[in-house]
């Protein structure tokens, strides 16, 4: 009876687990494809012929500041946001892993520094240094990736505004920015109808353009 039910609440455990991981993949299959075809018909409609980088991982995050064009803020200029995107979490973890050797450098130094006549002597005071290095380090890690957080996600809001702009109005675009950084799909949802609708309006103004040839005709 009790190793039943165990077999019953393992059972339902890996049903829960495995239901919420194909969830999950569909959703990012979805997203895929949705952002993907979404980034590709702008860029068709923008003339590029490297629209194909929109189903390319990494690249597509590149196509996708580069369909964005540069940004303006106020004086200034972000000039090939796409590089951008792609830089700073390179750069981020580049100063992460900085970080965590200085912290074990720091930690194995202070051991190496309390050994004395070939034994391990650490003190109440080496113990504490530790524990209050580790902390230091924590809390600086913790402001360092809250800051690269704030910019990268800034970015990607400003990259998918003045993308989204062109087809809307300036405040529905930067909502929807907003809310493709806080809700799931919604990014690509929104890169999809916008894709749609950058097409429709090339096949408007291509219609108007061949009425107005026939009426010169």
């Known amino acids: 009876m009790y190793y039943n039910e165990i077999n019953t609440a393992a059972v339902t455990v890996f049903g829960v687990y495995f239901a919420i991981l194909g969830t999950c993949l569909l959703g990012g299959i ?13 860029g068709k409609v923008q003339g590029r012929t490297n629209a194909w980088l929109a189903f390319i991982p990494f690249a597509r995050t590149y196509f996708q500041g580069e369909i964005s064009g540069e940004i303006h803020l106020k004086k200034r200029k ?5 590089i951008w995107l792609i830089l700073l979490p390179f750069i981020y973890g580049i100063v992460f892993a ?13 051991i190496l520094s309390s050994i004395k006549y070939e034994e391990m002597d650490l003190s109440v005071s080496n113990v504490s240094g530790i524990i209050t290095t580790f902390i230091i380090a924590i809390i600086v ?3 360092v ?4 957080v704030a910019i990268k ?3 990607q809001i400003l990259v998918n ?10 405040n529905m675009a930067t909502l929807h920015a907003v809310f493709g950084m806080i809700l799931p799909l919604y990014e690509s949802i929104c890169m999809f109808v916008f894709g749609r609708k950058a097409e ?17 005709e």
């Open 30 to 42: 979805a997203s895929f494809v949705f952002r993907g075809i979404g980034m590709y018909k702008i």
């Open 78 to 82: 972000i000039k090939s946001p796409g």
């Open 98 to 110: 900085v970080m965590y050797v200085g912290l074990m450098l720091s930690v194995v130094i202070t």
């Open 141 to 143: 890690i913790f402001v």
């Open 145 to 148: 990736s809250l800051v690269y």
């Open 153 to 155: 996600g800034g970015l």
């Open 161 to 170: 505004r003045q993308i989204y702009e062109r087809y809307t109005t300036v």
């Open 200 to 216: 429709q309006m090339m096949e408007n103004h291509m219609q108007q353009n061949q009425v107005i040839l026939e009426e010169q």
